[in-house]
């Protein structure tokens, strides 16, 4: 036992403390996990329940568009799959909560299995423009069949995810926080155990030359399609729990290119980027209900938010950040703090220096 808490000790002092993101990271987390002790205000629980649930429905358009380049432009397909099912097995079965939602995330990866199966035979524009459509087909369906579905006023009385309101911030936020880390390490490029990272990240740069090497892309392509789904569902379950209700606004077209926005205010292509532009904005926009003049401007500030992003720091916040406190080693490839002048491993130059002639 004291052999392990050793081993833990230097790799939290040898991998973790050295590079600034990780420590960023873990005091991110920290505050989650203390949040409940800082404010004891219901309002802002909500807020923090809902930024959790909407982060794990933008990391998962992520891992689908920003490591694959399937640009998904009908993400809430997904969410309101998940919803739905979630709402029904609970109203028509009386299923608990930890049954029905992660039902609902398998509901979605059948989803959209069937609809990716199609959908990827068409590449770039013609895709997005498919993916589109799916939520409007869902949303007529859920129409068609109103005693089923509750129609425009969709279904309601659903079980609580729990008594407690600091049991529900919880649950989203471990929630939240596993399904990140499962998310980042099935992309991770530099993972030595799992290694669909490495091909994503191929498909998305040469989908030609990755299949010409041997890989069928169409099967990794649909395993991403898959794991978007499930989490996007699992999202869609969470929030159809906590707010009692599922409804046709969870299909919403502006309820699609929501992650979007998210994300790319974050940094594409990183999952936790999706994470910071949600924390980031959706608080933003939702506090400004406070000030009755913000209230009014607040998509206006969203908008101009998005624009100074794209225009100073156009992959995202986080990768701006990171390589402001981050740089890496061009010898061994490792990464040290931004203050550092020698690499921590090889001890080489971590930046070019000028000979004076």
């Not at 002790?37 to 309002?43: G, L, Q």
């Not at 205010?265 to 936790?272: A, E, K, L, Q």
Request: glycine share 10%; net charge positive; aromatic share 14%.
């Amino acid at each position: 036992m004291k052999e392990r808490i050793l081993w833990l000790y230097r790799g939290f002092q040898g991998e973790l403390l050295p590079v600034p993101g990780k420590v960023v990271a873990l005091i991110f987390v920290t505050f989650l996990l203390i949040f409940p002790i800082i404010t004891a205000e219901p309002y802002v629980w909500r807020i923090f329940i809902l930024s959790a649930i909407f982060s794990i429905y933008a990391a998962s358009w992520d891992l689908l568009t920003g490591f694959t380049g399937q640009v998904n432009l009908g993400h809430a397909l997904f969410f309101g799959v998940g919803a739905y099912t979630t709402g029904l097995l609970n109203i028509r079965f009386g299923l608990p909560p930890w049954v029905t939602i992660p039902t609902g995330g398998i509901g979605a990866v059948m989803v959209g299995l069937i609809a990716g199966i199609p959908a990827l035979r068409l590449r770039g524009f013609y895709l997005s423009l498919v993916t589109l459509t799916f939520p409007l087909i869902l949303t007529g369906i859920v129409f068609v069949f109103p005693e089923f579905t509750g129609g425009e006023l969709g279904l309601y009385d659903i079980d609580p995810l729990s008594g407690s309101s600091v049991l529900n911030y919880y649950v989203a936020t471990l929630v939240m926080l596993c399904s990140v880390l499962v998310m980042w390490k099935l992309t991770d490029a530099r993972s030595k155990i799992i290694r669909t990272g490495v091909i994503l990240r191929a498909i998305h740069e040469d989908e030609i030359t990755t299949r010409a090497s041997g890989i069928y892309t169409t099967r990794y392509k649909l395993f991403a399609f898959a794991v978007s789904g499930f989490f996007a569902g699992i999202a869609g379950g969470i929030h159809t729990h906590f707010l009692r209700v599922a409804g046709p606004s969870n299909l919403e077209l502006f309820f699609s290119f929501q992650p979007i926005l998210w994300t790319i205010f974050g940094g594409i292509g990183t999952i936790y980027g999706a994470v910071t532009g949600v924390y980031i904005l959706y608080p933003l926009v939702e506090f400004a209900h406070y000030n009755p003049v913000a209230e009014q401007i607040r998509f206006i500030l969203l908008a101009v938010m998005l624009i100074l992003a794209l225009l100073f720091m156009p992959e995202g916040i986080t990768t701006w950040v990171r390589d402001k406190i981050e740089v890496k080693c061009p010898r061994c490839k490792l990464i040290n703090a931004g203050t550092r002048h020698l690499c921590r491993a090889c001890r080489a130059p971590l930046r070019l220096q000028r000979k004076e002639i």
